[in-house]
């Protein structure tokens, strides 16, 4: 899961009522904001700043520490760019499909009565199936359209339908998409709807005063409030998405055909050996393209915020 | 309440520590003073005998051992027979993990006191890693075949198989070639046991398939290609097999080492018919092979479990997993090999094919080149 990007922490002590106090003041206040932040820093940097480091050093290594780009030349070779349009594929696609369906959702949710029941059941269940990754997911869609699945083997005992008539989709990229949009569409519902929710009816109720139609609303005043938000929430999904790793770990086991994968390959493969340092650049390609789709979201995180 | 529970806990783990300060420090020092220290020994004759190595490994008390599936070439077992045999604990880490993963826990464990101990390594990584090795020649060294051994003991083989077809003879009909099993009643059914550019097992599978298919040992490519086939044919599963998706159904062909699925065969009687053939096109064989971590927190120990691997009892524990044991000719001719056990082993014979470093390497480069294609 990729955290949302927080904006500006806080503007701290003004400094008007500080310089009337005492000259140890100031400095002692500074202390104590370093003492209650230090915990924090000290995790970021254990366990987020450190192993990135590790990450880009290994990156522009070779077997023996030496400097050099030959890992990052070989990602734009052969198996690891396709791994890469793979993996962006994948992610662009299921992020487009949570989002589109997330979207209708928060809708339906949106225009409900506040207190009603389909709102509490929707936030209540996206909550919980945002985080129901991993493992038990892909154990999930095993169990109910895996070979032996209970649906499986319903649809063919009972009505001859044979589900893996065209091979084994679930597998691979079709399986992964599948499951993928099944943890996205709750997602986009958690991001998205509060921007639903501060769509005033007034504006709505302005328009219709005015003479408007309901597509004038939403030409107008709807869509482009709701657009950088819509957007914002699509490359959340997409970062989402493409940093998921254990549940493609758990459903395919052979040919690697996403990053995550390959990263697996390269750090734990037993007959290609002294890949570690790729595996380090293939994490550092994931990282660029995470940042981009990071900076597009903050740089839309600003323009949402103008309109607010 | 809580408080007095937390302060009795601390009060416990500072008197554990404790205990462990004043009683961990002697043996090393009980090592030294019988002759060579345990970490360099180079034979059990350098403490004086094997009965001062059990001594010393009895006092250090515990053996790391690490990636050793209690259902494979009956690690359970063995590793059963060891403690109860010298009352040395056996701590198994990470049972499921690979050759790489053992080399990478020991660099990261280092200095530490559950580093692994000693390693039981695919011939790829072994010959990787020498430098992570302390060398040592077992008591039963002169039966070990030259080819299986590092000259100066770093590593050696301790036991070996054959890639095979496992299936369940009541879903499907009894492949006996590997081009069998593109025929139409295979269809959706045939896994392999890992994917080939990263499970030594499925590397072999590859291998063996090129044989079966007009390839060898130097060339690979056709067994890329059958792959390719059995995936066009919608007969390959891209399933990691394993004893639940066995039983569940879910993989009713599984080419892997014939340890492993005759250890399914008797794992499942009763349950599932599951046999075992050797195709006869298509014999390739390996051998694993065993290494002492020169960094061992328990060197005597890792010492001694060498010697038990590579004793009579030992080599006859990994031939009850169905498993090829390194001494198998020699204990033969000294008669004292587990007759009744060898003869479960699945038949092989006509020509057998054992890789050399050079055709595995190159294989290798074939794989990571077209494998991802093959079956993508």
Redesign the interface.
């Known amino acids: 899961m990729v955290a949302p990007v927080t904006t500006a922490a806080g503007k701290g002590p003004s400094p008007g009522p500080c310089r009337r106090r005492t000259d140890s003041g100031p400095s002692r206040a500074r202390w104590t904001a370093w003492l209650v932040v230090a915990p924090f820093l000290a995790y970021v940097g254990t366990f987020l700043l450190y192993p990135t480091a590790l990450v880009l050093a290994g990156a522009f290594q070779d077997g023996d520490g030496a400097f050099t780009p030959a890992n990052l030349a070989e990602l734009t070779r052969?198996?690891h760019l396709?791994a890469f349009l793979r993996s962006i594929e994948l992610s662009a696609l299921t992020a487009l499909l949570g989002a589109v369906f997330g979207a209708l959702l928060s809708w339906a949710v949106a225009t409900g009565r506040p207190e009603g029941a389909l709102r509490r059941v929707v936030i209540a269940g996206a909550g919980v199936l945002a985080q129901f990754g991993g493992v038990p997911l892909a154990f999930a869609f095993l169990a109910t359209v895996?070979?032996?699945g209970f649906v499986t083997t319903f649809l063919r005992d009972a009505f001859g339908v044979d589900l893996?008539a065209t091979?084994?989709w679930l597998?691979?990229l079709p399986g992964l998409t599948l499951v993928y949009t099944f943890f996205q569409i709750p997602l986009m519902v958690i991001v998205f709807l509060p921007a639903l929710d501060g769509l005033r009816p007034q504006w709505r109720e302005a328009v219709d005063s005015l003479g408007g139609s309901s597509w004038t609303y939403w030409r107008h005043v709807g869509g482009p409030i709701l657009l950088p938000a819509f957007l914002g929430s699509l490359l959340l999904l997409f970062a989402n998405a493409f940093s998921a790793y254990a549940t493609a770990a758990a459903l395919?086991?052979?040919?690697?055909?996403i990053v995550p994968l390959q990263i697996?390959?390269a750090?734990?493969?037993?007959?290609?050996?002294?890949q570690e340092n790729l595996g380090k650049a293939l994490g550092f390609g994931m990282i660029v393209v995470v940042t981009v789709a990071m900076g597009l979201y903050a740089l839309l995180q600003r323009r949402f915020t103008r309109w607010q | 309440m809580t408080h007095t529970r937390v302060l009795r806990l601390v009060g416990t783990g500072a008197a554990a520590l404790a205990l462990v300060a004043a009683c961990g420090t002697p043996p090393p020092k009980e090592g030294a003073a019988s002759g060579t220290p345990a970490a360099t020994a180079k034979s059990a004759a350098e403490f004086g005998g094997l009965d001062e190595l059990v001594e010393a490994a009895k006092a250090e008390g515990r053996l790391n051992v690490i990636a050793l599936p209690p259902d494979w070439a009956n690690y359970g077992a063995i590793i059963s027979a060891f403690e109860a045999k010298y009352g040395i604990e056996v701590d198994s880490a990470q049972p499921d993990a690979?050759?790489?993963?053992e080399i990478?826990a020991a660099k990261q464990l280092k200095g530490g006191d559950r580093a692994p101990d000693v390693f039981d390594l695919?011939l790829?990584?072994a010959l990787?890693n020498t430098d992570v090795f302390a060398p040592y020649r077992v008591e039963t060294w002169a039966d070990i075949p030259d080819e299986l051994k590092e000259p100066s003991g770093l590593h050696y083989g301790d036991y070996g198989g054959f890639m095979s077809i496992g299936y369940d003879a009541s879903k499907v009909p009894a492949p006996t070639s590997v081009k069998d099993l593109l025929k139409p009643e295979y269809q959706?059914k045939v896994a392999?046991n890992?994917?080939?550019?990263?499970?030594?097992a499925a590397?072999s599978g590859v291998v063996m398939a090129s044989l079966g298919n007009g390839g060898s040992a130097d060339d690979i490519a056709p067994g890329v290609e059958f792959f390719a086939q059995l995936?066009a044919a919608?007969n390959?599963?891209?399933?990691?097999p394993s004893p639940a998706t066995i039983e569940?159904?879910?993989t009713p062909v599984v080419i892997d080492w014939d340890y492993t699925n005759a250890a399914q065969t008797a794992k499942l009687a009763g349950k599932v018919d599951w046999k075992v053939v050797v195709p006869r096109d298509a014999q390739v064989g390996a051998y694993y092979n065993q290494a002492v971590n020169k960094d061992a927190p328990h060197p005597a120990a890792a010492r001694l479990w060498q010697e038990f691997l590579y004793s009579d009892e030992g080599q006859n524990l990994y031939l009850e997993g169905l498993s090829r044991p390194v001494r198998m000719d020699a204990m033969e001719k000294a008669g004292t090999l587990d007759a009744a056990a060898a003869a479960k082993l699945p038949d092989t014979g006509g020509e057998q094919v054992f890789l050399t470093q050079e055709q595995s390497d190159k294989a290798?480069q074939v794989?990571?080149?077209s494998?991802?294609?093959a079956?993508?």
């Open positions: 052969g198996v396709q895996g070979f032996q893996f091979g084994a597998f691979e395919v086991s052979q040919g690697s055909p697996r390959g750090l734990t493969g037993e007959v290609l050996l002294g | 690979s050759s790489q993963d990478n695919g790829n990584v990787a959706g392999l890992g994917d080939p550019t990263q499970a030594g590397f995936k919608g390959f599963l891209p399933v990691d569940s159904g879910q290798k794989l990571s080149a494998w991802a294609r079956v993508g």
